[in-house]
């Protein structure tokens, strides 16, 4: 079992930077895939950025490349994102997960996830 908490979400304007945080705690993380996924109002819930278990090969959706960057800290049990140049359509609920699969983090079938974070971007 693993348990996720995130945090860092917020109310920003546009241009704005955020860093959500996601802490870990149960089994050894190190050794587990991490993501995060965002959803929308009124949308489905859609794949942001993955990363392997050294930090070594990541992932991002091309809506947030360039802009985004996911990192992890294993000695801490924290997968990071860092957002900038924030849009008004990155406004959403966004969810860490994890899992042993890298496939499975990517497709969003983990079953691992956190309760999730607002994050909301203004005009």
């Known amino acids: 079992q693993v348990q996720l908490v995130e945090s860092g979400g917020g109310l920003v304007q546009a241009g704005d930077s955020l860093r959500l945080s996601c802490a870990a705690s149960?089994?050894?993380?190190?050794?587990?895939?991490a993501g995060w996924f965002r959803q929308a109002p009124g949308k489905e819930r859609e794949f942001v950025a993955a990363?392997?278990?050294?930090?070594?090969?990541?992932n991002y959706a091309d809506s947030v490349k360039g802009r985004f960057t996911i990192s992890r800290d294993n000695a801490k049990n924290t997968v990071y994102l860092q957002m900038n140049s924030l849009k008004p359509e990155d406004t959403a609920v966004y969810y860490c997960?994890?899992?042993?699969?890298?496939?499975?983090?990517?497709?969003?079938?983990?079953?691992?996830w956190g309760q999730g974070t607002q994050v909301t971007v203004s005009s």
């Open positions: 990363i392997s278990w050294t930090g070594s090969n990541t």
């Open positions: 997960l994890a899992d042993e699969t890298y496939l499975r983090v990517v497709k969003g079938g983990s079953d691992y």
């Open positions: 149960g089994r050894t993380f190190s050794s587990y895939y």
